[in-house]
């Protein structure tokens, strides 16, 4: 019979973390992310806002799987459907349909009708990535362009039609080529922008350089001869995710969309990582008053439990005669315990009073990580919308970037060894950022005040070492 963590001794454990740790060294391809920490870890259990490692150390999460476990852990209203769906109908081709799967895109339609006021169609798929996927075939179907725009500091996934609109070149520069890589423009980043402290500006700004894209014909943009765009969609986050959290001005989106509208540019909303509620509303660019032609999702939709994505898009881009049977497929794509588990996230989301809880929760947060940067000159900027909330890192003058002290507080968040009123514990981080020097916060929606308490504490002893550590 196997042996279980729980039954082996402090030494005994270490030597299986050991063995497990060389097995994956040998073993797995170091292509993914794990290989960014300088220890990676390995966990065996998981509960609410909390992680557990081998040894049973637990370690508080603020970042939640990159905002994928929005209800926190294991929870277990969402467990329950899942496991109500393994016992009756766990698995079906996609080819047929379930009664799970067209409840839930009725919903989804439904939430996006309250908040936005357009009707549309629902088309799942399983990772963010592959959704980005059928969004650009929606987009280039319609248009008939295989160009977008995107925003520099954005990410839209890996795989190789994502990636050429994201603007990072690391993630393009080994692979070649494939498909047509957006045009990147500026994103308003208000701490970093020349306009810093007066949004109107900045705003302004970003705004008059997007119309000179359009002015004459050699910006390489339009065409005013046939009064046509080379660029068939412009793809955005409300809130930039890996670009750091960055949040733009209130008004922003709502003219940019202005302007892609009369230049028939499609403009598709990315909710993949700040949708289902991390900023409070259920869809992030419900905060900036924009009526997106199509919106992708994935991430928190099952609450990281069976993979699950997809898009909506307004009727006239997606009804059957535009996007008949066929167009896309994919073998897991509306896989019912997905779409279980969707139905139960949506319907704890919808609930009455969630929206003003995480905008309270968040608020709350905020107003601690204030008074943290008030002790830590280090930190350039607090920021936040919802739980979506950043800290920007920075050197001892408060603006240079700082990777370095952003990294060391990943690493010593990682090593578990955080001491407060006698409890031993690690932080779980994410950086982000154009910079890599943004503490990105996405804590489970579920938080507790108490657990703000201590991850305020944590994130201060955090800091204290990290900079010690590099004196
Ligand atoms: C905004 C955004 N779009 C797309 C993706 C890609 O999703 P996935 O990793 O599921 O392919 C991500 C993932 O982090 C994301 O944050």
């Not at 196997?2 to 391809?29: Q, V």
């Not at 259990?45 to 081998?54: E, F, H, M």
């Not at 509306?334 to 609930?351: D, F, H, P, Y």
């Amino acid at each position: 019979m196997e042996t279980t963590f729980s039954e082996l001794t402090a030494a005994a454990l270490s030597d299986e973390e050991s063995r497990l740790l060389e097995k994956e060294a040998r073993y797995c391809s170091y292509g993914d992310t794990v290989h960014y920490a300088e220890k990676p870890k390995i966990f065996q259990r998981c509960r609410g806002s909390y992680l557990y490692d081998l040894h049973g150390r637990e370690y508080l999460d603020l970042q939640m799987w990159y905002s994928a476990v929005n209800l926190g852990y294991a929870n277990a209203a969402v467990a329950n459907a899942l496991r109500e769906q393994l016992d009756t109908l766990p698995q079906l081709a996609c080819q047929y349909l379930h009664r799970e799967k067209i409840e839930l895109a009725a919903m989804i339609c439904e939430s996006i009708q309250r908040g936005f006021g357009m009707k549309g169609r629902v088309q799942f798929n399983v990772g963010g990535s592959q959704a980005i996927e059928d969004a650009l075939k929606l987009a280039r179907k319609h248009t008939g362009r295989s160009r977008m725009l995107a925003f520099q500091g954005g990410y839209h996934g890996r795989t190789l039609g994502a990636s050429a609109i994201t603007s990072s070149f690391r993630y393009r520069e080994a692979f070649g080529e494939f498909a047509d890589r957006a045009e990147f423009i500026p994103y308003p980043y208000p701490f970093r922008s020349p306009y810093k402290g007066d949004a109107q500006r900045m705003e302004d700004h970003h705004i008059a350089e997007f119309e000179r894209m359009f002015e004459h014909e050699y910006t390489g943009a339009w065409n005013p001869k046939t009064a046509r765009s080379e660029f068939g969609a412009l793809f955005a986050e409300a809130v930039q995710g890996t670009g750091g959290y960055v949040i733009p001005p209130k008004n922003y989106f709502r003219r940019l969309a202005a302007v892609c509208k009369a230049h028939g540019i499609l403009f598709v909303d990315d909710e993949i990582q700040m949708g289902f509620r991390r900023t409070g509303k259920m869809w992030a660019m419900e905060h900036f008053d924009v009526q997106p032609d199509i919106i992708v999702f994935g991430k928190a939709l099952t609450n990281g439990l069976n993979p699950l994505s997809g898009i909506w898009a307004r009727e006239e881009l997606i009804s059957p005669a535009v996007f008949g049977p066929g167009s896309t497929h994919s073998t897991f794509s509306s896989n019912s315990l997905g779409t279980a588990t969707g139905l139960a996230v949506m319907k704890i989301l919808e609930g009455a009073g969630y929206e003003a809880g995480v905008m309270r929760k968040g608020a709350d947060f905020l107003a601690r990580l204030k008074t943290l940067k008030a002790g830590h000159p280090e930190i350039g900027e607090v920021d936040g919308l919802g739980l979506a909330l950043r800290m920007e890192m920075c050197e001892a003058d408060g603006f240079t970037p700082s990777r370095r002290l952003a990294d060391r507080m990943f690493q010593v968040g990682l090593e578990g060894d955080l001491a407060i009123g006698g409890r031993r514990l690690g932080l779980i981080l994410d950086i982000g950022g154009y910079y890599k020097n943004v503490i990105t916060l996405a804590p489970s929606l579920e938080i507790t005040p108490a657990e703000i308490d201590l991850a305020i504490l944590a994130l201060d002893q955090v800091i204290a070492r990290a900079k010690a550590s590099l004196r």
